[in-house]
T-cell receptor, first 109, second 116 residues
Framework: SQKIEQNSEALNIQEGKTATLTCNYTNYSPAYLQWYRQDPGRGPVFLLLIRENEKEKRKERLKVTFDTTLKQSLFHITASQPADSATYLCAKRTYKYIFGTGTRLKVLA | NAGVMQNPRHLVRRRGQEARLRCSPVKGHSHVYWYRQLPEEGLKFMVYLQKENIIDESGMPKERFSAEFPKEGPSILRIQQVVRGDSAAYFC??????????????FGPGTRLTVL
């Protein structure tokens, strides 16, 4: 079965540093991957989408990469801020959406 | 411009009662998805509906759970004879297109169901 795997351990980093989150998938590469942010008690919010033919995608301080050889996507937040603290979810779509368990990021002031 | 609306936001039921969760998608979106989330866990797909049709219900338990998305009105996720294990946050999401299109999903705030 298709799976999305994210590091379930929380990631703590110092303000101003770059946070890097990992998303690994099994089986065949999806046409694209999506990244969402979820704050406690709220629904996920879409951040970025990257297609399999795109190596890298940027949006402000966010950068996503997609490596079909490694079956992996990396999500970077540069110049991180305490307000970036949240859980970040990776998702792929085949016919339905399959989400990873998410990685909780905490940016320390 | 309203996003996805879910109600109620919090629902408390006793074992054996029925729970009805409502979802109004973004205006113009005809594809609705329901997910369940337990604390410290990811989103688990339950069902994918298009207006008046269930497209994929592979993530939904075959007993006690049902979903609909009528031509008029919100999508409803119905849980009959609730048990404590049904306690979770239930999220609804909508998208403008279905299939394998590169569409983001717009999520609602969720309904937190507590079964006593």
């Amino acid at each position: 079965s298709q799976k999305i795997e994210q590091n379930s351990e929380a990631l703590n980093i110092q303000e101003g540093k770059t946070a890097t989150l990992t998303c690994n998938y099994t089986n065949y590469s999806p046409a694209y991957l999506q990244w969402y942010r979820q704050d406690p008690g709220r629904g996920p919010v879409f951040l970025l989408l990257i297609r399999e033919n795109e190596k890298e995608k940027r949006k402000e301080r966010l950068k996503v990469t997609f490596d079909t050889t490694l079956k992996q996507s990396l999500f970077h937040i540069t110049a991180s801020q305490p307000a970036d603290s949240a859980t970040y979810l990776c998702a792929k779509r085949t016919y339905k959406y399959i989400f990873g368990t998410g990685t909780r990021l905490k940016v320390l002031a | 411009n309203a996003g996805v609306m879910q109600n109620p936001r919090h629902l408390v039921r006793r074992r054996g009662q029925e729970a009805r969760l409502r979802c109004s998608p973004v205006k113009g979106h005809s594809h609705v998805y329901w997910y369940r989330q337990l604390p410290e866990e990811g989103l688990k797909f339950m069902v994918y509906l298009q207006k008046e049709n269930i497209i994929d219900e592979s993530g939904m338990p075959k007993e006690r759970f049902s979903a609909e998305f009528p031509k008029e009105g919100p999508s409803i996720l119905r849980i009959q004879q609730v048990v404590r294990g049904d306690s979770a946050a239930y999220f609804c999401a909508s998208s403008p297109q279905g299939g394998q299109g590169a569409n983001e999903q717009f999520f609602g705030p969720g309904t937190r169901l507590t079964v006593l």
